[in-house]
């Protein structure tokens, strides 16, 4: 005997199947472990969130490493050079300072040198004896040689500095090439400037005292010429010659 199902039964078994599976065909894209639930959309936007964070903080530590880097490179810029040359540059100067007011005779003074040369380098008097002229001649040359000598002293002076100046010259070349900032670097090379300067110094105190031996040179024989016309003058003047009188040979006898 067979069992026979109806149709009707048959088509309303088949239509309530997927009623009853269509909860676990049509879940959503995520699943639910222990209570923990798993959102891939949600993950993935987490992610980028925190990847996008991560970034900006390797963005801000980079530029406070670049802003570290620079207060670092400001200081060394700031950063004073630790040598210093000007005492010694200073003491070179004073040396030939020193050395021109040491001036003998005639000093390297304005009123000095005019009243010089109204006196004993002016024109020869013509009512100064024979001595007095002397004496001015022989003022005169020693002017002349110490003029010279000064300007001698001068030139060893000068010539003691250079190898001071070369010790200096070469610290400072030195100081500048390991200058860790502009700073130092400019110090050196202002240094080196002033360097220059004592020995223009120098230089110049060279010239000031030859000048000045051969203006005193060039002095004297103007001088010297000037005082032999007037000697020339007087010798070839007729003076009054002699003059005869009376002498007596015995003032003490009754004759």
Known sequence: ?????????????????????????????????????YDPTNYAQNLLSATRALQQVNNQITSLQNEAQSLINQARNLTSLP????????????????????????????????????????????????????????????NTVSGLQDAMRVQAGVVGNID?????????????????????????GN?????????LADLTAV???NGRA???AEAERSAAAEQGREQRRRFLTPSGGYQPGNVRMFPNSGN
């Open 191 to 199: 240094q080196l400037l002033a360097l220059q300067a004592q020995q």
């Open 164 to 188: 001071t100046n070369r010790s200096q010259m070469s610290a400072l070349i030195g100081q500048s090439q390991g200058a860790t900032g502009a700073l130092q670097a400019s110090q050196a």
């Open 1 to 37: 005997m067979k069992l026979r199902v109806p149709r009707a039964a048959l088509a309303a078994a088949l239509l309530a199947i997927p009623v009853s599976i269509s909860p676990m065909l049509m879940a959503p894209a995520h699943a639910q472990f222990g209570g923990i639930v």
């Open 207 to 209: 010239v000031s005292a």
């Open 214 to 216: 051969q203006a005193l």
């Open 83 to 142: 040598y210093s040359s000007l005492q010694q540059l200073q003491r070179s100067v004073q040396r030939t300072q020193q050395l021109l007011q040491q001036a003998q005779g005639i000093a390297y003074n304005v009123q000095n040198i005019d009243q010089a040369f109204r006196t004993t380098y002016g024109s020869a008097s013509m009512t100064a004896s024979d001595q007095q002229l002397i004496a001015q001649a022989k003022e005169r040359w020693n």
